[in-house]
């Protein structure tokens, strides 16, 4: 099972709006991130958690807020965010952080009004 | 500076026609990894080459590693219009800890 799930499937928000991505795999991996990706490009990297604990932040707003309660859950919560926000949110999760091939997730679609 | 450079940007064939994408750099990876992407849906891994000179078939593509693990190529035979999606190449470099993701290929095919 090379499975990684994301909830919601779609989402919309105001920008004075509270709401948080989920993203679960039960493949027994260490590393999990989240990357935001815009139409036609590649995606980008925002945070990368290794073995529960937060490994890189790539100079993400506060307004993104990343979370790992456990060994099979990552999420992201969203606060105050802007239009420019609007894209699909992805899922990844390797064995290992960096050196492993990533699985993702099918991704969230988010649009900030 | 993008390390992974992609070629073509866009390829739109015919079915039945064969194509070949490029994921070219100037820096050496430790392995590399090919994704398909369909439109608002999440990348699907396709394969991963680990050693240089491999070479990688899954049923109708060929996946090739270079000698000095600097570039890959993706050769698709026969194209479907099932094959239409975002190409990524994806590589991990033993100097970082994340993974450089190539500029994307988009590929239509039509019938």
């Known amino acids: 099972d090379t499975e990684v799930t994301q909830t919601p499937k779609h989402l919309v928000m105001g920008m004075t709006n509270k709401k948080s991505l989920k993203c679960e795999q039960h493949?027994?991996?260490?590393?999990m991130y989240w990357y935001k990706q815009k139409a036609k490009k590649p995606p980008e990297l925002m945070f990368v958690?290794?073995?529960?604990?937060?490994?890189i932040n790539e100079s993400v707003p506060s307004r993104f807020s990343p979370e790992c309660p456990n060994s099979s859950l990552l999420n992201l919560h969203l606060h105050a965010l802007q239009p420019e926000d609007s894209a699909l949110y992805l899922c990844?999760?390797?064995?290992?952080?960096?050196?492993?091939?990533?699985?993702f997730g099918p991704g969230t679609r988010l649009l900030v009004l | 500076t993008q390390l992974l450079e992609q070629s073509p940007q866009f390829l739109s064939i015919q079915e039945g026609e064969n194509l070949t994408v490029y994921c070219n750099s100037s820096s050496v990876f430790s392995s590399l990894q090919w994704y398909r992407q369909e439109p608002g849906e999440g990348p699907v891994l396709l394969v991963t080459v680990v050693t240089g000179g491999e070479v990688k078939k899954l049923k109708r593509l060929t996946f090739q590693f270079g000698d000095a693990r600097k570039d890959s190529s993706l050769h698709i035979t026969a194209a479907q219009p099932g094959d239409t999606g975002l190409y990524l190449c994806a590589g991990d470099r033993s100097t970082a800890s994340k993974l450089t993701f190539g500029t994307g290929t988009r590929l239509q095919v039509t019938l």
């Open positions: 990844a999760s390797s064995q290992d952080e960096g050196r492993e091939t990533q699985y």
């Open positions: 958690y290794s073995y529960e604990k937060l490994s």
């Open positions: 493949m027994g991996h260490r590393a």
